[in-house]
């Protein structure tokens, strides 16, 4: 079992940056997929950012290529996500996800067994 809390959210400006945080506790995450996922109110859940924790390799959606950042310390168990030049689209609670499967880095919510709580990023115009 794994336990994933999410932090790092806010209110910020267009053009501006936020860092979230997935901090994972359980047993650790050697050879999961690690996803970020958002979703907006009336709106389904959609992908955003994944990393595979043995490659270290990362996918994006196009809607946050150049933008975001995904990346992973080991040592802390722990992923991130960095956004910069956020915009009002933006927009939306972004959850943290794990997929141990093994099945390389999948898209589909319906693929990961473990979720966070939430944490509500809201940017401005």
């Known amino acids: 079992q794994v336990q994933l809390v999410e932090s790092g959210g806010g209110l910020v400006q267009a053009g501006g940056s936020l860092r979230l945080s997935c901090a994972a506790s359980?047993?650790?995450?050697?050879?999961?997929?690690m996803g970020w996922f958002r979703q907006a109110p009336g709106k389904v859940r959609e992908f955003v950012a994944a990393i595979s924790w043995t490659s270290g390799r990362s996918y994006y959606a196009d809607s946050v290529k150049g933008r975001f950042t995904i990346s992973r310390d080991n040592a802390k168990n722990t992923v991130y996500l960095q956004m910069n030049s956020l915009k009002p689209e933006d927009t939306a609670a972004y959850y943290c996800a794990a997929d141990p499967q093994r099945l390389g880095v999948r898209m589909n919510p319906a693929a990961y067994d473990y979720w966070g709580q939430g944490t509500q990023v809201t940017v401005s115009s």
């Open positions: 359980g047993r650790t995450l050697g050879s999961y997929v």
